[in-house]
């Protein structure tokens, strides 16, 4: 269970930033990772309107996953276990 929640979460991210993305997500006045980015490719010539979203949720994703392996490690029962 611990193993799996960081992933799930991250999932659910990316999927709600798809759907965004795409136009079926939150409703429009409402801001959005993935709204972002579509209305930063429709202005394709300003680079950090794309860049600067994409960064956050690749930062967020990422330390999800590191928090979830930390904590995936720190309830790890091999390291209490060995016989020395």
């Known amino acids: ?3 799996f929640a960081p992933f799930s979460l991250v999932a659910s991210i990316t999927s709600l930033v798809s759907l965004d993305f795409l ?9 959005s990772w993935g709204e972002l980015v579509f209305q930063g490719l429709g202005n394709i010539t300003s680079w950090h309107l794309v860049l600067f979203p994409l960064g956050a949720l690749f930062a967020t994703l990422l330390l999800v ?3 979830g392996e930390a904590v995936r490690e720190a ?8 016989l020395r």
């Open 65 to 67: 996953v590191f928090i």
């Open 23 to 31: 136009g079926f997500g939150l409703p429009a006045p409402t801001p």
């Open 1 to 3: 269970m611990v193993s």
């Open 75 to 82: 309830f790890d029962p091999k390291t209490f276990a060995r």
